[in-house]
């Protein structure tokens, strides 16, 4: 069955970096589309980035452009979200979630992960 | 920027009612519209795709309907473990990637 478990996660300071882990199985990983949606404690779903299958193309929330990256490895069956200048409003669980269907973007999201909390706070 | 409005934001049911929510887009999106379901302290599920087709392995109490700017969910003979929040998801302007504000449904 498909799994998605997110890692990564932790309290860190304004300005300071982090990366999150997204370890995926369960399905051919180098053929799905795949996202990063956070939510802020007690807040609704915002999307964050998204990476297509091969990597190539990459697409960014206004709100995170310039300050986040999204990369996979697909050897590894992994996503990463690097997160530099993190600021207060990016404090929320960070999930990570496959496109439904393969070889393509602009689906909905068949599979999330449980997420992992990201606090940033001084 | 497509904004999802849904209504109405909290609903309090009594089990075996019917749940009716509502999505509505800022502009067409055609069919692009999807319904996830999220318990507490747990990720989003995916229940509707496209509109209406419903994802596998979710009860058939469950379905959708709608397209261009307005969309529903709805749930027949509502069960105690159908509370959640309920948020609609659309794809249309791609990467413009938007979420509803969510719905709230208590069990009374």
Known sequence: QVQLVESGGGVVQPGRSLRLSCAASGFTFSSFGMHWVRQAPGKGLEWVAVISYDGSNKYYADSVKGRFTISRDNSNNTLYLQMNSLRAEDTAVYYCAKEGTGYDLGGDFDYWGQGTLVTVSS | ?108
């Not at chain 2, 009612?17 to 599920?45: F, M, N």
């Not at chain 2, 229940?47 to 027949?76: C, D, E, M, W």
């Open chain 2, 1 to 108: 920027e497509i904004v999802l409005t849904q209504s109405p934001d909290f609903q309090s049911v009594t089990p075996k009612e019917k749940v009716t929510i509502t999505c509505r887009a800022s502009q067409s999106i055609g069919r692009s519209l999807h319904w996830y379901q999220q318990k507490p302290d747990q990720s989003p599920k995916l229940l509707i795709k496209y509109a209406s087709q419903s994802f596998s392995g979710v009860p058939s109490r469950f379905s959708g309907s709608g397209s261009g700017t307005h969309f529903t969910l709805t749930i027949n003979s509502l069960e105690p473990e159908d509370a959640a929040t309920y948020y609609c998801h659309q794809s249309s302007r791609f990467p413009g990637v938007t979420f509803g504000g969510g719905t709230k449904v208590e069990i009374k």
